[in-house]
């Protein structure tokens, strides 16, 4: 309320109005769990990129004389594997490293992949309504209405066990909501002045549905997108749980977890930091999600 | 609301239809001989193959087929395990209720302290309490939940010894099954040793089950609560002078409920995928494990037959939540 | 002695920019059975004002007042409890959107019967013989089968009506009603006008009417209290502050009435705009936007001047040569 008192003068002061992403920018600073949701999926990133230089040893070394070694401030820990071994004298650290850049890769690759294909069949249903809408739209109903995991199941029983297989599955999974999101927002954007004013210029429909409407239906799709990274990542390490999506040796995090197992009970590091990785994304994710979802959402602007 | 039934009714044929085409199709895109994979990867005679190939319809076209194969779901055949030689469907109903007591136990632990968390959340927004709960809720909703049991068993069963790792019940205990719920069949059994039994393996993989929808529905409750709490006829039950816990228990919560009750009903499905991670942690014996050691030792059949039936069913009770809904909110009741 | 009494009456709410007070020392008296018009544009503390004297201002708000009494009950010092064995049941309020003031999950009778239940108990089939009276009274036909109805079944004049049955189910000796006719058909809102009057005339009931139409005060009330932001600046016997209004506000709200400029080719309008809860003038509220404005006026905010038969917050009121 003050600070509303305190604008009056302000804008009359300053002509033009805030860049959107300045404005935008205003908004998600005020969230400090989006900030640190920010921040840590910056660090998740830089880990990704540098885990070459970053991590103290190979991901895939076995160090015959340091089986199942405690992290460093256990007894019997050494400062050679911080973060301990695992059964077969695998650096943790330098395999969590390395699977920052598999779970960041996962998420690229899921989203970019269910962004496209569903951002397409969204416009394709919004635009050509009839038969091809109701064609697409209730192929989309049946893919919402299996379980996520049934879903990737079935599509990694097609294709066979593999990272790469599990990342088409879990695109499988994010597909719908994205192409849903995409057609919802057409439907709302064609109604607008806008275009039926491109329209009659003679705009040509690739351009009208890509150059004209597409931009002004990104703000949900990019909550979406950030919320559905945490989906990816979370579904991907499912599957590597079960033993469906990376195999050993690849160093992800949900198969880590699945080689641990018979472990629990001797070494509790192997078990429990994969897992707190996966949740801290997960986490960092989320929060940013929600903060762009709180920031971009102009219905709870004031 | 005959009308609003079967506009429901209406609108899941087609979905249905389509996890049909999914599961049809599944066979026929898995690389290898459908034929071999349906009746398991041994050598067959070329009599015995040929005759198979007619029984099944393969030499039909692919519409025929698909028809074919509707027909049989119509009639109750779900496939035969190539393992076990046993039906499918005898198979799902055997294991089912397993799944079932778990998924219960979590959604009711789920509810239990979901509900009244959000609720108090609600009340005494921007408490500390407040704060604690949506702080654990988006942690909750975070958690990878097959990595969340690994470490309930790490402190309750490990450290703690307080709990059995797996399976339902002690070894020495035999109940016979009479409704498939252990619990169930221990109390009628009057058996109050399995009972206990029971329970102790039970809590550990409800819980963790639990979780993501314990933190979907506090969430979902605060913020409908919050919604509901700054309405007009809310001023007007307290101008009546009524209680507060009048006012927020019954003419607040009653409004609240209605998007609370269509969020817990769309857990069915989270439910169902986590139950295949849960019941493999802890060596429950219900249809997730069941699925998954299928697809492990390829038992196609079995995969293609239990997707469908376990989606079905989910689809079912998505059905059942949406006519609920229509109970619970007079507008949708009287209005069409 | 006065049934409601309300001395130096301030609400102020927390936000996150501080302060704000909606309300500045309002002083009312209402009588027993008399009918007390409160008029004032929106923001102008009207509604705000009465619900702090049921007890339902926001958790956010603080109320404070050197006297707030009802029929003898000092309102600041009653507990929770005891002020909602008042509220709902001596004192009674009914809103502007009679639509959304009723909850859409029970039933009319359900809601008619519960106010009676908590204050004055009584088995259910006398509660529904009370419940099927009070729709009768309120002019709802065939009020036995209405009582199963919920209220998105029932037109924005039938809500109102049971909001009305449901506000004087208990007998109340105050009836406050918050701009009552705004939301409602032009058709509808005379009907709702002359309903509330009749009760009021045969239970001997106090009336508090809040509007922001002079009209239908100048037919009803016995006293006018004019507020602008947040504060009381004039409060009269209706009779005369319509024939002689001695606040600039109050004289510039009747000009503005359709029927007082008839003839004219255009309406007056006051010019500028209510000031905001945060941006409040130095000295008199109104004085941005008076005629008659002088330098003391900027100075200091006026106080609460007896006048004839009543009060007037100006410094240079009208009429006093």
Known sequence: MATDAGAIPAAAHSAAPPHPLVEFWRYFRQNKGALAGLGVIIFL????????????HPPAEQFRDALLRPPVWQ????WRFVLGTDDIGRDILSRLTHGARVSMAVGVFVIALGLLVGVVLGLTAGFFSGPVDIAIMRAMDTLLAMPALLLAIVVVAILGPGLFNAMLAVSVVVLPGFARLTRAAVLTELSKDYVTAARMTGARLPRLMFITVLPNCLAPLIVQATLGFSTAILDTAALGFLGLGAQPPTPEWGTMLSDALQFIQRAWWVVTLPGAAILLTVLAFNLMGDGLRDALDPKLKR | MLRFLLTRL?????????????????IRLIPGDPILLIFGERNVEESVYNQMKADLGLDKPILVQYAYYLG??????????IITRTPVLSEFLSLFPATVELSLTAITLAVLIGLPAGIIAAVRRNSVFDHTVMGASLTGYSMPIFWWGLLLILLFSVTLGWTPVSGRMAVKYFVEPVTGFVLLDAAMAGEWGAFRSALQHLILPAAALGTIPLAVIARMTRSSMLEVLNEDYIRTARAKGLPPWRVV??????????PVITVIGLQVGALLSGAILTETIFSWPGIGKWLIESIRRRDYPVVQGGVLLAASIVMLVNLTVDVMYGLINPRIRKGR | MAL?????????????GGEVRAVEGVDLTVDEGQVLGIVGESGSGKSVSSLAVMGLVAANGRVTADRMSFAGHDLMKLGPRQRRGITGRDVAMIFQEPMTSLNPCFTVGFQLTEGLRTHLGGSRQELRRRAVELLDQVGIPDPDTRLGAFPHQLSGGMCQRVMIAMAIACNPRLLIADEPTTALDVTIQRQILELLLDLQRKRGMALILITHNMGVVAETAHRVAVMYAGQVVEERPAAELFRHPRHPYTAALLEALPERSAGQRRLPAIPGMVPGLGDRPEGCLFNPRCGRVRDVCRAARPPLLPTDGGAVRCLLPLGAA
Do not use: C, Y
């Open chain 2, 249 to 258: 228990g019954l003419h607040a919560l009653r409004n609240a409920l209605i």
């Open chain 2, 10 to 26: 209406t609108l899941i044929v087609p979905t249905f239809l389509g996890v049909t085409l999914l599961t049809f199709a599944m």
């Open chain 2, 72 to 81: 049989d779901l119509a009639h109750g055949k779900f496939g035969t395990s």
């Open chain 1, 75 to 78: 007894d019997g820990g050494t």
């Open chain 1, 45 to 56: 990133g830089l880990v990704a990129i540098f885990a070459d230089v970053l991590a103290p």
């Open chain 3, 4 to 16: 409601l009494e309300i001395k130096n009456l301030s609400v102020a709410f927390a936000t996150h």
